[in-house]
Nanobody, 124 residues
Framework: QVQLVESGGGSVQSGGSLTLSCATSGYTFSSLYIGWFRQAPGKSREGLAAIERSGITAYAASVRGRFTITRDNDKSTLYLRMNDLEPEDTATYYC??????????????????WGQGTQVTVSS
């Protein structure tokens, strides 16, 4: 059983930055396929960024160039650096993990394990 715990959310002004962390346990971190998602009220969960076991990354068009996903296998932790935040980025952010690399890396269908979420609020 993989456990994931997000942290680092908060409130920032437009143009600001935040770094989210996702601490994992229960499985060999380097063997996981992992990603970041977000969900705003009344909207479906959106895939933002994913990183394969090889280190290859994928980004949604809405965040490419502003967000950076990284993983630290020694610390069993996933990160999401978010720059140039906009009010439209306001949402609950989730990290997710999968044992297999089938499905689109930005699709919720790939992932079995989810964190509890951390809130990000961007004011104009």
């Amino acid at each position: 059983q993989v456990q994931l715990v997000e942290s680092g959310g908060g409130s920032v002004q437009s143009g600001g930055s935040l770094t989210l962390s996702c601490a994992t346990s229960g499985y060999t971190f380097s063997s996981l396929y992992i990603g970041w998602f977000r969900q705003a009220p009344g909207k479906s969960r959106e895939g933002l960024a994913a990183i394969e076991r090889s280190g290859i990354t994928a980004y949604a068009a809405s965040v490419r160039g502003r967000f950076t996903i990284t993983r630290d296998n020694d610390k069993s932790t996933l990160y999401l650096r978010m720059n140039d935040l906009e009010p439209e980025d306001t949402a609950t952010y989730y990290c997710a993990a999968a044992l297999f690399g089938s499905e689109n890396p930005l699709s919720v269908r790939r992932y079995t394990y989810w964190g509890q979420g951390t809130q990000v609020t961007v004011s104009s």
